[in-house]
């Protein structure tokens, strides 16, 4: 659950007249997780129910996503046509299943039909860790126990049986996705709001196929797979277009960034960087950036004031990037993107000196963070697995000792 005495964005805006719309596209984002706090309207029904081995949480699809979110900015401008919008359009289809429309799978050579539930990424997943150290100990074993050192440094960051054909799925996902944006984007214009509004188009990750031992992966590990992912700004009436910057930021940038280029006081707290700085031709301080894993979520995490004390932790300057492994007895990596973006050589490794003093450099970056963010404490809502034992118990197929 999200701390109360957190100020989001929504609330912000809101209180400076702003219409707050939200249209959620998987239940990671539900409200039952506090997250609609200063949304008037959050708009959370999903098609498709969480079913293990085939879903894994309720969603639902990117047509339908655009689609609501465009029947709210319809309501929105027909009550208060004067009143300014604040819209948030969550996506969540390129994660697993892969289940894209036919049209994209022809896009992507594949077959009308063709899909993976979970349980055939499970599979592949098993394909990958057999390749890379000779073990199969299931997708959900490493979820909550985490990666075993013999994983990580076998896996040679070459596709095993299935692996491609799962990748061009995920490609067909992100074809819709792209589609379903655009069709939103195309929606604002038609509506007259596009283009005096400030547009952000981000992720929370990416995914790793079988580049490193997080087989079809977004939390267990801190590779550029899952921590490169795109940050698009359009200005009001399209100042800036074209530009592109390629200093690393964060996605904590994204508060600090919206206050800024609208002129309000960011929230006391929010961490991140204005960005709108670099429009006004000011260059960015080069600067660390922090990123923590989510998983393995079992007793890695127990006992622990905040849970990801000894989880994966990487920190970024320039090109250089360290990763720490608390878990796993301190495991240490260093790299230099510019030489090396596929983080295939673990500077630490060679023993050089230079390498050991940049790993000391930047682990004194994380130790300076880590004492110095205490985030509010937050607490986990199971109400999904419930509402889904509930259904079946209905339905006859869970007794009591179940």
């Given at each position: 659950m999200v701390h109360p005495e957190n100020v989001t964005l929504a609330e912000l805006l809101g209180a400076h007249g702003l219409q707050t719309l939200a249209v959620i596209g998987s239940f990671a984002l539900e409200s039952v997780f506090g997250l609609d706090q200063g949304f008037a309207v959050y708009d959370e029904e999903f098609g498709l129910e969480y079913l293990p081995g085939l879903y894994d949480q309720n969603q639902r699809r990117a047509s339908d996503v655009t689609s609501r979110a465009l029947d709210l900015v319809d309501a929105s401008l027909e009550a208060a046509p004067d009143k300014g919008l604040?819209?948030?359009?969550?996506y969540f289809d390129p994660h697993t299943p892969y289940d894209p429309p036919d049209y994209a799978l022809r896009e992507v050579g594949l077959q009308d039909g063709d899909r993976a539930d979970l349980r055939q990424v499970a599979t592949v997943v098993m394909n990958h860790q057999d390749a890379a150290a000779g073990v199969r100990l299931g997708p959900r074993w490493v979820?909550?126990?985490?990666?075993?050192?013999?994983?990580l440094d076998g896996a040679s960051g070459a596709p095993a049986a299935g692996g491609r054909r799962l990748a061009r799925l995920y490609d067909a996902e992100l074809r819709f996705l792209d589609d379903e944006l655009g069709r939103l984007l195309e929606g604002l214009s038609a509506r007259g709001v596009l283009g005096d509004s400030l547009l952000i188009i981000t992720g929370d990750h990416g995914e790793t196929f079988w580049e490193h031992a997080d087989f079809w992966n977004h939390g267990l590990a801190l590779y550029q797979t899952t921590l490169h992912v795109p940050m698009l700004v359009r200005l009001p009436g399209g100042e800036g277009g074209g530009s592109r910057f390629y200093?690393?930021?964060?996605t904590?940038?994204?508060?600090?960034?919206?206050?800024?280029?609208?002129g309000l006081t960011c929230p006391e707290g929010a961490k991140g960087m204005d960005l709108s700085r670099i429009w006004r031709g000011e260059e960015?301080?080069?600067?660390?950036?922090?990123?923590?894993?989510t998983q393995p979520i079992g007793d890695v995490e127990r006992g622990q004031d905040w849970p990801n004390a000894l989880k994966a932790k990487a920190v970024r300057r320039g090109p250089w990037k360290y990763i720490l492994t608390p878990y796993l007895g301190g495991r240490e990596e260093l790299y230099n993107l510019d030489e090396d973006p596929s983080e295939r050589s673990n500077l630490l490794?060679?023993?050089?000196?230079?390498?050991l003093e940049r790993a000391t450099e930047l682990r004194s970056e994380l130790v300076r963070w880590s004492q110095a963010h205490s985030p509010l404490p937050s607490s986990f809502n199971d109400s999904q697995s419930d509402a889904i034992l509930k259904r079946l118990g209905a339905l006859g197929y869970v007794g009591e000792d179940d």
């Open positions: 604040f819209l948030f359009a969550h979820f909550s126990n985490g990666l075993r050192p013999e994983l200093e690393p930021v964060s904590l940038d994204v508060v600090p960034t919206v206050t800024g280029l609208l960015l301080p080069l600067r660390a950036i922090i990123s923590e894993a490794l060679t023993g050089e000196v230079d390498a």
